[in-house]
Structure formats: C-alpha cells, structure tokens
C-alpha cells in the first residue's frame, strides 16, 4: 500500500504563486509514475502533470510554461510549482501515484487563485 498526503494549498492573488506537495510513504517502490490532478465542483478532474520514475514529464496545454512537476526520492516527496496564477487554477488539487496506473490518491488539498 502506498499513502500520499498532500499539503501546500491557500489563497493566492492571480499572478501569484504556490507550491503543493505530496508526501509518500508505503511501498514506494512500486510507484512508476506520478501526477497531479484537479478538480472543481461541476468539472470534470483533469490531469494537470505527470512524473514518471525516470524522471519524464507532461503537462496539460492549460499549465504548460507555468507550472512545474519534480520529485525528490531522497524526500519520498513530489511537488508542483505552479507560477502565474489564474482565477481558472482554482481547484482541489490531488496527488496520484501507481505502477501503471493511478491507483493511488491522496484526500487533496484546495487551491484558490482570487482576482
């Protein structure tokens, strides 16, 4: 089993910034691959980035150039830089990990960019 807690949510005026982290324990190595997701009441949840065990990386088009996916293995921790922030940002964000899937979450933390 693998837990993951995230932590680093608030309010931010847009144009700010914010960094969210993602705290795991459990059976880390098993984890391959690594994202953050968000959602908003009434939307769908929506991949924001991806890390894979390699060191790969994905954005969505919406984030691309303003926000940052990273990890520290030393740490068991993961991270997203998020710059330039948008009243549109504003979400739950959740951390996710698995093998080959996401099948890991974590309970989520909020993110709320005033205008």
């Known amino acids: 089993q693998v837990q993951l807690v995230e932590s680093g949510g608030g309010l931010v005026q847009a144009g700010g910034a914010l960094r969210v982290t993602c705290a795991v324990s459990?059976?880390?190595?098993?984890?391959?691959?690594m994202g953050w997701y968000r959602q908003d009441p009434g939307k769908q949840r929506e991949l924001v980035a991806s890390?894979?065990?390699?060191?790969?990386?994905n954005y969505a088009d919406s984030v691309t150039g303003r926000f940052t996916i990273s990890r520290d293995a030393a740490k068991n921790t993961m991270y997203l830089q998020m710059n330039g922030l948008k009243p549109e940002d504003s979400a739950v964000y959740y951390c996710?990990?698995?093998?080959?899937?996401?099948?890991?979450w974590g309970q989520g933390t909020q993110v709320t960019v005033s205008s």
């Open positions: 459990g059976s880390i190595s098993s984890i391959n691959i």
């Open positions: 890390i894979t065990s390699a060191g790969r990386t």
């Open positions: 996710a990990a698995g093998k080959l899937w996401y099948e890991y």
